[in-house]
C-alpha cells in the first residue's frame, strides 16, 4: 500500500471509532430532550438523523480498515481532524434547533469541544434543553480530550501512548501508575467522580437537577458554558428563593481549582498523600499566584474604593448579611471565583469583569492569567504553568551565563533533574508560535473590526488560551467579520491542540510519510 494510502487508513479507522462516540453522545442528548418534552420530530432531526449518518459513517469505516499502531505523526492527524470534525457535525443540532448559519453554529461547538466558553449565543434562559445539554456535554467530552476517551472506550494499550502524546499537556504530566492506558482510566474515574461531587454540591444549593449537571460538566472541564446568560451570577437574584447563592459559588470555586490541578495531584490524594498539595515546583507556583493575584484584587479595591470597600453598594446586595464581615466575605468570594475563572480558563461569571467591580489593575491581571493558564494535566487551557516556570528558569541560566566562564556548563533543573535541550527547545518554539499567532489573531481582528487592539488583544487571547471572557460582548462579537471567526476557530483549536498538530495536518509529508 502506497505511503499515503496506508497513513489515510490509519486515521481512517481511528477517527470512525471518534464518530461512534460522537453520535452516541448525540444520542443521549436527544433522548434527555425527549424526556424533557421536546418535540421528538424536531429531534430526530436535530440528533437522530446526524447521529445515525455519524454512526453509519463511523461504522463503516472502522469497519473497512485496519487497526494498526500509529506513528506519532498519524495520531496528530487524527488528533486535529477529530476536533474539526466533531466541531462541524456538532452543529447541525444549532443549525435545525436555533435556525443558525453553519459559521455561527461551527463557532459554538468549536468553543465547546475545546473548552473555550465563547459564545455567540443570548437567551439561553428560554433555549430548549437539548441545546443547552450539548453544549455542556461538548465542553465535559473536550474536558479530557476526545482522543482520550477514546482510548479509554476502545481498550487499546497500543494506541494509548500515541494518543497520549498528541495531546502535550495531558502527556508530559507524570504517570500516576505504569502504563498510559492505566493512567488514562484513572484519569476518566477521577473526572468522573469530581464531576458527580461538584454536581451533588449544587443540588444541595437548590440548584435544579439539570442545572447542577450541567454546570458539574462544564466546570470540571473548565469550559464555562452555562444554561443562564448571567452565568453562575444567576443564582444572586434575590427574586429566586430556596437557594444559597455562597454556597453555589463556593461549589463552583472548589471545582474550578480541581479542574485546573493536575490529575496526577488528585490521584495522590485519593491515595491519601497529602503531601501532594505542596511537593512540587508546579502546584506550589499554582497555589501561590492564585494567593498573590487575590491579595492584589483586594489590595487594589482596598486602594481605588471599589469592589468590597464600594460605597455603593456593589457587593453588600450580594453579601450573606449586614456588617463589614458579610461583605468582605462576599468580596473575597467574589475575587477568588473571577481569578480562578480566568486563572482556570473556565470562564465563568457573578460579576462583569468590565464592569466597575474590577479596577485596571485587575484587568491587567486577568489578561495575564489568560496567557499563564493552571496546571500541566489539568482540564484548563492557556500555556501553562509548568512552561512559564520553564521558560523563567531558561532566561535566568541566559543571565547566569554573562557571569561564569565561556564553555561552563549551566543546565536547567526542575525538581533535582536536569531538562533535556530537545524539551527546551520545544518549550521556546511553542511559546514563540504561541505569541506569533497572538499578534496574528490579534491584528486580523483589528484590520477587520471596529475593535481597538485592546479588545482585540483580549478577545484572541481569550480565544487561543481556550478562556471564554473577554472585553468584546456578545453582540459585537456576533456581528465580527465571518474571516474573524475564523480566525478565532483556528486561534481556539491551536489553543487546545497546541499548535503542532494543526500544522502537521496542513502538511503534505505527514500524508506521505
Not at 430532550?33 to 447521529?51: I, V
Not at 496526577?264 to 491519601?272: F, K, S, T
Not at 536536569?418 to 518549550?427: I, K, P
Not at 511553542?430 to 481597538?452: E, N, V
Request: hydrophobic letters at 55%; aromatic letters at 8%.
Amino acid at each position: 500500500m502506497r505511503p499515503r494510502l496506508r497513513t489515510a487508513a490509519a486515521v481512517a479507522h481511528a477517527l470512525g471509532l471518534v464518530l461512534l462516540l460522537l453520535a452516541a453522545a448525540m444520542l443521549v442528548t436527544g433522548f434527555v430532550g425527549w424526556l424533557l418534552g421536546e418535540p421528538a420530530a424536531l429531534l430526530a432531526r436535530a440528533f437522530g438523523a446526524p447521529a445515525l449518518a455519524t454512526a453509519t459513517v463511523g461504522a463503516l469505516t472502522w469497519w473497512r480498515t485496519e487497526a494498526v499502531r500509529l506513528d506519532e505523526v498519524q495520531a496528530m492527524l487524527v488528533c486535529g481532524l477529530a476536533w474539526i470534525l466533531a466541531s462541524v457535525i456538532g452543529a447541525v443540532p444549532l443549525c435545525v434547533l436555533l435556525d443558525s448559519t453553519l459559521l455561527d453554529a461551527s463557532f459554538e461547538m468549536v468553543s465547546g469541544f475545546t473548552t473555550t466558553g465563547i459564545t455567540l449565543l443570548e437567551g439561553l434562559d428560554a433555549m430548549p434543553a437539548s441545546v443547552l445539554l450539548w453544549r455542556a456535554l461538548s465542553q465535559w467530552i473536550g474536558g479530557v480530550g476526545i482522543l482520550s476517551l477514546f482510548v479509554a472506550v476502545t481498550r487499546s494499550p497500543a494506541l494509548a501512548h500515541r494518543f497520549g502524546g498528541t495531546e502535550a499537556h495531558k502527556i508530559r504530566a507524570s504517570r500516576p501508575v505504569p502504563g498510559p492506558f492505566r493512567t488514562l482510566q484513572l484519569f476518566a474515574l477521577v473526572y468522573l467522580g469530581l464531576t458527580i461531587l461538584v454536581a451533588l454540591g449544587l443540588l444541595l444549593g437548590g440548584v435544579g437537577w439539570f442545572d447542577a449537571i450541567t454546570h458539574a460538566l462544564t466546570t470540571m472541564s473548565t469550559g464555562g458554558f452555562s444554561t443562564h446568560d448571567a452565568s453562575v451570577g444567576y443564582w444572586r437574584d434575590p427574586d429566586l428563593s430556596g437557594v444559597s447563592p455562597r454556597w453555589i459559588e463556593w461549589v463552583v470555586i472548589a471545582g474550578m481549582a480541581a479542574g485546573g490541578t493536575s490529575f496526577v495531584i488528585h490521584y495522590r490524594l485519593a491515595r491519601g498523600e497529602v503531601r501532594a498539595l505542596w511537593d512540587g515546583v508546579e502546584i506550589r507556583v499554582w497555589f501561590g499566584l492564585l494567593i498573590a493575584v487575590l491579595g492584589l484584587l483586594v489590595f487594589e479595591q482596598w486602594q481605588r474604593g471599589t469592589g468590597m470597600f464600594a460605597a455603593d453598594g456593589l457587593v453588600t446586595t450580594h453579601a450573606a448579611g449586614p456588617g463589614w464581615a458579610a461583605r468582605i466575605e462576599a468580596g473575597v468570594r467574589t475575587s477568588l471565583f473571577t481569578t480562578l475563572a480566568i486563572a482556570t480558563t473556565t470562564g465563568f461569571a457573578t460579576v462583569d469583569i468590565a464592569g466597575p467591580f474590577f479596577a485596571s489593575t485587575a484587568k491587567a491581571l486577568f489578561l495575564l492569567l489568560m496567557i499563564f493558564g493552571a496546571c500541566v494535566g489539568s482540564t484548563s487551557g492557556g500555556f501553562k504553568l509548568a512552561r512559564v516556570v520553564l521558560l523563567a528558569k531558561i532566561m535566568t541560566r541566559e543571565l547566569r551565563r554573562l557571569t561564569l566562564p565561556q564553555g561552563a556548563t549551566t543546565p536547567v533543573v526542575i525538581e533535582h533533574h536536569a531538562v533535556d535541550q530537545a524539551e527546551l527547545a520545544r518549550v521556546v518554539g511553542l511559546a514563540i508560535a504561541w505569541l506569533g499567532l497572538l499578534a496574528l489573531g490579534t491584528l486580523l481582528t483589528t484590520l477587520l473590526s471596529a475593535h481597538d487592539g485592546w479588545q482585540a488583544f483580549s478577545g484572541v487571547s481569550s480565544a487561543l488560551n481556550n478562556i471564554g471572557p473577554c472585553y468584546i460582548t456578545i453582540p459585537e462579537m456576533r456581528a465580527l467579520d465571518p474571516a474573524v471567526k475564523l480566525t478565532w476557530m483556528v486561534a481556539m483549536l491551536a489553543g487546545r491542540l497546541e499548535i503542532l498538530p494543526l500544522v502537521v495536518l496542513l502538511s503534505p509529508r505527514a500524508w506521505t510519510r
